[in-house]
Structure formats: C-alpha cells, structure tokens
C-alpha cells in the first residue's frame, strides 16, 4: 500500500475545491472570524469521524457480515455517482442552506466526510488491517490538504476563479471514475475468485 497514493485517494474523493463554492455559500453571512471558526470546527468533526471508521472498519465489516468485494462494488458504485455529479453538475443546488450555521450536516457530513470516502477507508482497512498507522498518516495528509484549501479559501478562489474551479472538479471527477472503475473491478475479481475456489 502506497501512503502517498492512497492520500491522492482520499483528497479526490474528499473534493475540497469542488466543494469550496458551497461551502463558501453556507457560511456567506458570517464574518470572517466566525466563518474561520465554523470551518475548523467542521473539519475537526469530519477528521474524528473518518478516524474512527478507519480504526474499526474491520470490526464493522465483520458486525454488519460483509465481504471485501461487497464493499469494493459498493464503494465503487458510491464514487461513479460522484464522480458523475462532479463532472457533470446541476444547474442549482437547493440544499444550501442560507440563514442558519451549518452544525456537522452538511459540511462536516456529508461534504467532508461522505460515504464515498467512509467506504474508502472501511474497505483500505479491512484489506490492510497490518497497515492502520500508514493509512491513518495517508488520511491526515489529504485531511491537511483539505483543511488549507478551505481555511484559505479566498486564495484559491481568487487563483483558480469560478470557471477554474469548475475546471478542476471535472479533472478530479475524471480521475475518480477511474478509481470507481479500479473498484469495481477488484470486487468483481474477488467475488470470482471466491466462486471458483
């Protein structure tokens, strides 16, 4: 497992700068000090959640009687779907919510931490039980990556523009059908694997 590479995983699938405009949009009427707080708070809360599926998605998967390959396909069926929206985006979103302070939903779940990247790390720890410490670090470097994207937001927005931004999320969003693809494949492979042994 290569920590560096499963990070670029997890940032992906995490799409700070695709998520960045709502983000911007749900904390618009707070000032500066009380938005850089919120967006800490949040961030914090997705990171607590995200450790925790990590260090008991063995005893989960085993709990809830699934098999890697399940979770590969279902993983992987999750991420296309993002992976589609992020190419692909709606004209609108009616979820933003405009008057009250985002309290874990939506930001911290399911921006942050959503179930593409909950099934990431259920599946990459119950596939690598022996290499928690590696996919803990992995999973703080693209935490780390996320957090100074939207702390410093007005820098890569004023870089990156509107249309630059969405330029990105449809790179980003290329590379995840990919890796959606990659995990399907693998599911499906060990489901045959099981059935001719």
């Known amino acids: 497992m290569d920590m560096l590479s499963t990070a670029t995983v997890l940032f992906l699938i995490m799409d700070p700068l695709g998520n960045l405009p709502i983000v911007l949009s ?24 995200l450790i925790i599926f ?29 992976a589609i929206k992020m190419i692909f985006p709606a004209s609108s979103n009616n979820s ?18 959503g179930p593409s990247v909950i099934a990431a790390l259920l599946l990459l720890s ?20 996320t957090f100074l994207i939207l702390i410093f937001h007005g820098f890569f927005h004023h870089i990156l523009g509107e249309k630059g931004l969405k330029a990105f999320e449809k790179l980003m969003g290329l590379v995840l059908v990919m890796i959606s693809i990659q995990m399907l494949i693998n599911g499906i492979k060990n489901y045959a694997i099981l059935g001719s042994s």
């Not at 618009?28 to 009380?34: I, P």
């Open 26 to 49: 749900m904390l618009k009427n707070l000032d500066s000090v009380r938005r850089r707080k919120v967006l800490i708070r949040e961030l914090l809360i997705a990171l607590f959640i």
């Open 54 to 82: 990590l260090f008991l998605g063995e005893s989960i998967m085993t709990f809830l009687r699934l098999e890697h390959g399940t979770l590969s396909i279902s993983g992987g069926i999750i991420l296309f779907i993002i």
């Open 126 to 145: 119950s596939q690598y039980p022996e290499s928690l410490l590696s996919l803990l670090c992995a999973l703080l470097i693209a935490w780390i990556a």
């Open 96 to 113: 933003v919510v405009k008057d009250e302070e985002p309290f874990i939903v939506p930001i911290a779940i399911p921006l942050i931490a």
